[in-house]
């Protein structure tokens, strides 16, 4: 991952002062970027206030989740959210947010914006942090009496934080080989 | 799509209702059949095809039909532009249905003076139109499978070629004032998930368009209406549709859809992240799988090469699974990044011969094969499979897939 934000910081591109030049559009304003809803980085940038722990996350888990995703997250219609570790490197990968998923604030992110799936944005802060904090647990990456706040969650260090690479491609498909 | 089809069929029933019965029937009639010595049916507001073509986009099955995605009969097409009613659907949570005179582009972060754009402004803006392929990164992720799909809809049908007309991103960042220290754009759409996906600001200052029109109209809703990002050479998936929001940030945001989705796992269970690029591929698209060879004798070969990289330089084929290669004719002109017809004239003997296209952009890059593709990357990356496609033509003509 080091290589990688290497990487990524080398993209950044240096952009002179400018001024506009049309000046179509209007200013936009702070409602107007409250409304568009929290978009959530992985060093916790854009968390809200609240609080949850995994007790009321298993409670909202059951209430509003378990129809797709099954009791125990075991996958219904829904995808599977637990189990899966040490399986990325064999003939059948099982991908979840505990064996796959690289940082705990996308887990955040994502059931903010896109669950329940024919419900999504319905869910508050603290129902989000408490659902994060009960997958999380069910994964085995956090204890039982662990709390998820905006301090804590990005703190949480998830099993294949480590398991990305840059992209390497062209890797297949070289000049040399096809030359006729 | 099928909205004003039948918004027109209900039209036609409502004037058969004034006209009576009888004139609706003959309508009716002439729809089936017609000679030059009557009449046909009267102009209309919006177009439709004949009632005898009958190519339609494939849908995957899904638990949840919101989420899904639908593959464009690539081997109907002709030529190399895909019709708006028959491009490829990748969609997470349905198609919103957007008013443009509520919908607003907000760019905002690390800008100088936040901006709120309409659909109008926008199209005020000086806009530039380009022919360009866009598909989606998990196209031919059935070819990954020791048993490969069985025709050239389910294998390649995510992916599709249009005109699209927009505003150069560079030009509204410009607009914004781009504050040192951006390296990300976070776009996100408008629909139920607000799907995100963060772009490198290089690529944005660099050919990224925010359409809002394709194939000389508007957008269709299911391609992001009003507006979209449109990304040449890279995957679907950035291509956030339904565009309302640009942050400008100093990182990648790690959103759902560029880690748990859209990367590439490796055997040694690494995977590849922020994998954007759409590498050369073609197929061939007749003959294909599920047609058949009325009998001996002679064939025009065809299909659709395309690179993210630019343009297609060359195709090759070959008709003895791979012994021999030919160089096939290509339509020109060839644009960077779009559908490039291919043709070939082939003498089918009545004997089993195995078919398939290999592509060469103008970067240099081969289309590899199957094997070679697998060697490297194993079977479990899913997406950006490109390989060399092949299809068995059986002696009696009937057209397979050759790893079936």
Redesign the interface.
Known sequence: MRK?SAV??L?????P?????????????PE??RA??L?????G?GLPAGSGTVAEGRDIFVAKCARCHGEKAQGD?GPVLVGGRGT??T?K?L?T?GS????A??VW??IH??MP?DQ??SLKPAEVYALVAYILNLNDIIGSNQTMDAKSLPKVKMPNRD?????????????A??K? | MNGLGKSNRRKMLKLGAVLGGGVLAKQKMRAEENTPAQLGIPLGPYGERSPYEKAVRWTRDS??P??GSSFTPLADSVGTLTPSALHYERH??GIPTINPSGH?L???GMV???????VA??R??PSVSRTLVLECGGNSGSEWAPKTAPDVQHSHGLASCSEWTGVPLA?LF???????????V?A?GAD?????RSI???KA?DNILVAYGQNGEALRPAQGYPLRLIIPGWEGNANVKWL??L?L????????DE??KY?D?????????????M??KSVITFPSGGQLLPGAGLYELTGLAWSGRGKIERV?ITTDGGRT?VKAQLQEPRLPIAFTRFRLPWRFEGREAVIAS?A?DES?????TRD??I???GT?SIY?Y?GIKSWRVQANGNVTNAEA
């Open positions: 990688l990524l910081l993209s950044a591109v240096i952009m002062a400018q001024s506009s030049k049309y000046g179509v559009g209007q200013p936009a304003t107007q970027i568009l809803g978009s959530i980085a992985p060093d940038t219609i990325l490197n003939a990968p991908k947010v796959y998923w690289p940082y604030t996308t992110d994502y914006r896109a799936f999504p944005g398991g990305f690479i840059a992209d390497p491609r062209p890797d297949v498909g070289n000049r080989k096809t006729q | 638990k949840t919101e989420t997470h949570s607003r907000v760019i905002h100088e003076r936040p901006l709120s754009l309409t402004e926008i005020r803006l030009l410009q607009e914004a004032g781009v504050k040192p220290g951006v390296s990300f976070i996100e139920a998930c607000r799907m995100e490198p600001l290089k200052m309302h929001s942050r940030t100093d990182q990648a945001y790690m959103a759902r880690t748990a990367t796992l490796m055997p040694d269970g690494k995977a590849r992240i922020f994998t954007f690029q590498e050369a090759d290669w290999r060469t240099g890059y081969v289309q590899p070679a593709l060697e490297v990357r479990n950006h490109n």
